[in-house]
């Protein structure tokens, strides 16, 4: 990172990720080729990788020009799937996982990217990298697909915690609304509040004082609260930015994503059911594979830790050498657009606003 | 009604239906054409239609043979979408949906069926049907495509309710299972309770508390217990009935149609991009037509109200002749297997065991 730091804005400048190279379901050979992918495609990219130095070595040397990208640091422990998050809070250091977040703790990467165990994850960003001043609540944005212009829309949370009272639903809209700017590039991203209806007086009582709440902030947070979604506003064009609980954001995701699984499969059995059909297909195929890509959930793979001193990128566990490239590329932007500084001065000063609620909201009215 | 009194389980039994004509987005020819291709399809249906007389009568009077099967109660009154549930408790009496509950409610007709204002048809369903004993909050359940031999899965609640406790939950259980026997044929249905994930130790509080509930008391509601399930497990293979609070379960229903609907979208786009690849989608017909039935959601259409002394099918309120035909099949199905009666019995024997639960628990293991 030192040479970013020498040659700010310079064509030359260095972006740093940390990986953890363990813990995906697919093992380290598909994260190494998923770096290596970014690598050929960003010149400006370099890694530090985590996870056992021989075994990585080997994998790195096969890969042509990445050893001299990337900075592999020796850690034997690997976080499993199936490890409490609990455990790993106590038990974790030594392992791949510490050792990726430690690099973006001491400030040599600016973005640390993972494929494994997200609640062990999220419990070892907790303590390692702590919370951002004002945050009480981090949570897991991901990117939707969505009839936006953009593509696609920023949902959160979907799942670092179960509960999230008005306060917390507060922090995800600003949280949320400076992670469409930077990622999606929007200069004011329209804020939804997810509930069962649109009508103010509907849902539940914690709900009803997050409304007021985000919509007092809209000026300082810079974007533009629509109230409250629907279901159907998570794939729509209503707004850009979904804000929930981590307890319903996170059974919506698995539900759409479940549901476009499905539908994927009956489509590729539909068209192999008979010769002509099959025939369709060959001829279909641009066509189908033009849909594929701008569905693909591989193109859109990672969960944004948000909320705390660094940028933590979740990626699927069993994303291949695309998805890992996928979640890398986000990581990229994140870190290039300086995300994690923007994001932090976003929310103290909401949180300082939010000290004098009433007069700071005045001051704010246009 | 009487005909099917006089001569049980004779092949000529009519079942009768009572149906709002009104309220829907397309109006009473809509609904009128929907109950006509259902009429034609099967021969002992017969329906109450409810409605403004005049109106009504020369809408069936132009469809061949309805008039004879078609019994027509005048109804002046209309509940639009945008009425307010409470306000249509005070002062519903007079419209059509007050009118085809009331059918229900003397008996006249088995189950009932409209396409009108989702809350204002539960409102007025719980103060003119009234709850079964035991049923603490009735529930809306619906069919969801999936991967199991049936196609569809039962999820339940999906809107009736913000809330639900574990007793209401073990409730949906039961409930869910009955309406799985009954309208998917499923003799001894796998229930699963939605969750952020499937180990036991996580969640909120309420959803353990619902686990052991449930589990003591599958062989009482005669289903198998899976656990907890994930939103991917909707349209999966995992379970038949699905089991959450109202709040999670229609943002889960609404983000699964809204993304089902966006792919659907994208497809059609994807087809029509190049002269080629519309000849593509000429030579693809079958084969998306044939997915398109699998997944289509008027297929499906009908959300059923349970709880209730009598049977509720809520269409969706945009429903076309299509569509209002599939709520009427539903609404037949249930009707002709009894599910009412069976249904009721099983909620009080449950209700009955609950009472002294640990005594009832040894007595039920095998």
């Known amino acids: 990172m030192a040479s970013l730091k020498e040659t700010p804005g310079a064509g030359t ?27 050929r495609k960003n010149p400006e990219l370099d890694f530090i990788l985590h996870g056992p130095q021989d075994e990585l070595e080997k994998l790195v040397s096969r890969r042509k020009g990445l050893s001299d990208r990337c900075t592999i640091r020796d850690a034997q422990g690997v976080v499993t799937m199936n490890d409490k998050p609990s455990q790993v809070m106590r038990h974790g250091k030594g392992t791949s996982m510490w050792s990726a977040l430690e690099s973006v703790r001491e400030g040599e990467a600016t973005v640390a990217v993972s494929c494994g165990n997200t609640g062990a994850l999220m419990a070892l960003s907790m303590i390692r990298l702590r919370r951002l001043p004002g945050v009480n609540r981090p949570a897991i944005a991901i990117l939707w697909p969505s009839r936006n212009p953009q593509g696609f829309n920023v949902m959160l949370d979907v799942g670092a915690d179960i509960k999230a009272d008005a306060q917390d639903l507060l922090q995800y809209a600003l949280m949320g609304a400076a992670y469409a700017r930077n990622g999606l590039a929007l200069e004011r991203p329209r804020v939804g509040l997810l509930n069962v209806g649109t009508e103010e007086h509907k849902g539940r009582a914690e709900l009803k004082e997050a409304h007021d709440l985000i919509a007092s902030r809209e000026v300082a947070g810079k974007y533009q609260f629509v109230g409250f979604v629907e279901g159907g506003d998570i794939p729509g064009d209503t707004c850009d930015v979904i804000v ?50 701008r569905i693909d959930p591989r193109r859109v793979n990672g969960g944004v830790f948000l909320g705390l001193n660094g940028t933590v990128v ?39 606003g939010a000290q004098d609620g009433a007069a700071q909201k005045d001051l704010n009215q246009p």
């Open 314 to 352: 979740k990626s699927h566990g069993s994303a291949d050498a695309t998805g890992v490239s996928a979640a890398v590329k986000l990581a990229f932007e994140l870190a290039r657009s300086g995300f994690g500084d923007r994001l932090a001065a976003r929310v103290a000063s909401a949180a300082e």
């Open 13 to 39: 400048s260095r972006i740093v990720i940390s990986v953890d190279a363990m813990g995906g379901d697919r093992g380290p050979a598909t994260v190494v080729a998923g770096i290596w992918y970014s690598a």
């Open 244 to 293: 929930t609980d981590g307890f319903t954001g996170n059974v919506a995701l698995k539900t759409g994503e479940g549901t476009a699984k499905l539908i994927g499969d009956l489509l590729r059995e539909a068209f192999a059911y008979s010769p002509l059909s099959r025939i369709a297909s060959l001829l279909a195929l641009t066509s189908l594979s033009r849909l594929k890509k």
